[in-house]
């Protein structure tokens, strides 16, 4: 075991950064959420198979929540959102050292008749 200490200290870093600057076009990453063109009509969230968009809200908020971490990258909830409100990009880094930086909270401006997602 100290042999693996001794040559990790003598060696140093060997890993390198990642080479890719931007995924290809076509990838499907991180999912993106336009707050200002939601309507709320929780298409998305129904859409989603992995339970990774859902509502919550405060006392005088409503939010839409995404949770990176059970997005499957499927692309679904893109297509459910007829509003624009959701974009697939193609950022392909999403890892975090804290699992909760992972939850993506969205304010949702609902028309004043409309119920809550």
Known sequence: MFEIIR????????????PLQQASVKY????????GNCTGCGKCIEACPSGAIGSCSSSDKVYLCLTHSKCIFCGACYDACGDNAIQVTNNCYIAVKDKNELVELSPIMLQSNRQVL
Do not use: C, D, Y
């Open 7 to 18: 040559k990790i200290f003598k060696i140093g870093t060997v890993t390198n950064l990642q």
């Open 28 to 35: 499907r990453g991180k999912v993106k959420v336009e707050a």
